[in-house]
Structure formats: C-alpha cells, structure tokens
C-alpha cells in the first residue's frame, strides 16, 4: 500500500500503513481504487450503481487513507451522507476533523485506534442500509 520511492514524511508510514488495515477490513465489498501519486493513498469505493440525492453514480467513495506532510489524512465519507454520524467521534478526535471529513492524524493512540474502527463500522453500516454496499 506504501509507495516504495515515498520518502518525504516517511516517519508517517506506520501510521498510515495501520489505518490502511483499518479501512481494508471492508475490502470487499468495498473495492480499493489504485490511484498514481507521488505519496502513499489507499481508498475504498462502492462500485455500484446508486442514486444518490437524485444524481445517479457509479461508484461511491467510503474511507482512506494519504500521506501528507506531517499528518496521514484520513477520510471519512459516510459524514456526507449523514453529517449527524459525527456524534460516534468524541470531541478529542474531532479537533483532528479539518473540514468535513479529513482528519489530521499525527500520532495513532490505540483510543484513537478504537474509535476509527467503531466509526468506520458505523458508516460501513449507514451505506448498508442505504443500499450502497
């Protein structure tokens, strides 16, 4: 999963590399999506066809997993399909949350670890419900 020229922000891989096991538990049915950059990405979609606010998609992205310069971001979709799901984080893991759905991971605590896991549960189970897996 980690880009092996990837050295800039290197002391992150480990980081990234257990969030990547994290997020690869739902593979499958979730399917990763190879994407060419210059810095370690892993990310899971539904491919499927799906409405989704009206809007007919293909596919639809769920969680992943980047490499960035002093943080591993990772994303964290089903907030767009139920904003309110953000109540599953407790409010030290939201001050990570920039935006809407990246979280700024420096340091990966097994507290941390736990509630990633019970989020991304969570959110495999929103997009069950919504016919999206």
Same mark, same amino acid.
């Given at each position: 999963?980690?880009?092996?020229?990837?050295?800039?922000?290197?002391? /992150?891989?480990?980081?990234?590399?257990?969030?990547?096991?994290?997020?690869?538990?739902? @593979?499958?049915?979730?399917? %990763?999506?190879?994407?060419?950059? #210059?810095?370690?990405?892993?990310? =899971?979609? @539904?491919?499927? #066809? !799906?409405?989704?606010?009206?809007?007919?998609?293909?596919? !639809?992205?769920?969680?992943?997993?980047?490499? &960035?310069?002093?943080?591993?971001?990772?994303?964290?979709?089903?907030?767009?399909?139920? %904003?309110?799901?953000?109540?599953?984080?407790? %409010?030290?893991?939201?001050? =990570? /949350?920039?935006?809407?759905?990246?979280?700024?991971?420096?340091? /990966?605590?097994?507290?941390?670890?736990?509630? =990633?896991?019970?989020? =991304?549960?969570?959110?495999? &189970? /929103?997009? &069950?419900?919504?016919?999206?897996?």
């Amino acid at each position: 999963m980690a880009s092996k020229s990837f050295t800039a922000g290197s002391d /992150l891989l480990p980081i990234y590399e257990e969030l990547c096991s994290l997020i690869s538990h739902y @593979s499958p049915p979730f399917v %990763p999506r190879e994407v060419k950059a #210059d810095k370690p990405q892993y990310h =899971l979609w @539904s491919i499927q #066809d !799906v409405v989704i606010a009206g809007r007919k998609k293909k596919e !639809v992205y769920f969680a992943g997993a980047i490499v &960035q310069k002093g943080y591993v971001g990772f994303y964290y979709m089903p907030v767009y399909a139920k %904003p309110g799901i953000k109540k599953v984080f407790p %409010p030290e893991i939201l001050k =990570l /949350l920039k935006g809407m759905s990246c979280f700024h991971i420096q340091a /990966l605590t097994p507290q941390l670890k736990k509630h =990633l896991r019970a989020a =991304l549960q969570v959110g495999f &189970q /929103l997009y &069950q419900e919504r016919g999206w897996v």
